[in-house]
């Protein structure tokens, strides 16, 4: 199937139980390990680092959260089936990436720890890309390849994900795929009403 802009690799696929997305949200609850989420920017300085700085304001900024083995165990498998439906749709676009003959049958062969996402009124997402440096911590190189956001929820206003100007409702149970590249910035409008529940992770 040939892919005619950059938009065609933008993929949604539903896999993930209802109640799975319910009982996550009540977990997640009930923990209430929640924090403000930070952004990792190199830091100007001869030694090449990466500080956290805040980007927006922090009332406007969403709250994260990461879960415990066994719930990163849970969610696994529903990020693995859809890698698999997205290399199946988009493995064999090019000659020279055919994934089916050449015996490389992965477009990744990492994904990372899951995070979970809490809008409340009046949150978003500034827009940005994900070069995301902090995945990798010397033992663990690679770059990232897959972005992956899944929605647990839909009983919010506003908190439209927005991905090159283009607003993709992402329906409970469904996850998101495109590339982790600066060809696609994203975000999330503010929330007008209710909560926003999503989860992201990244492939490499």
């Known amino acids: 199937m040939k892919q005619e802009s950059l938009n065609d690799y933008i993929f949604t696929h539903h896999c993930i139980p209802t109640e799975v997305c319910s009982n996550l949200i009540s977990i997640f609850d009930s923990m209430n390990k929640w924090e403000k989420?930070?952004?990792?920017?190199?830091?100007l300085t001869e030694e090449p680092k990466y500080i956290m700085t805040q980007n927006v304001d922090d009332e406007e900024e969403l709250e994260v959260s990461w879960p415990i083995m066994n719930i990163q165990e849970m969610m696994i498998p529903y990020l693995r089936e859809a890698v698999d439906e997205y290399r199946l749709k988009y493995g064999t676009v090019h000659s020279n990436l055919d994934w089916e003959t050449?015996?490389?049958?992965?477009?990744?062969?990492h994904i990372t720890r899951v995070r979970i996402n809490k809008y409340s009124k009046g949150q978003l997402m500034k827009a940005h890309f994900d070069h995301i440096h902090s995945i990798f911590d010397g033992e663990r190189k690679?770059?990232?390849?897959?972005s992956f956001v899944g929605a647990l929820n839909e009983e919010y206003e506003g908190g439209m994900f927005v991905i090159r100007d283009k607003e993709i409702k992402i329906k409970t149970g469904e996850i998101l795929i495109f590339p982790s590249s600066f060809l696609?910035?994203?975000q999330v409008t503010k929330i007008t009403m209710?909560?926003?529940?999503s989860f992201v992770a990244w492939g490499f």
């Open 37 to 43: 989420h930070s952004w990792t920017t190199p830091a």
């Open 194 to 197: 209710g909560t926003r529940y």
């Open 184 to 186: 696609y910035p994203h």
């Open 102 to 109: 050449s015996g490389r049958d992965e477009l990744i062969t």
């Open 142 to 146: 690679g770059v990232p390849v897959l």
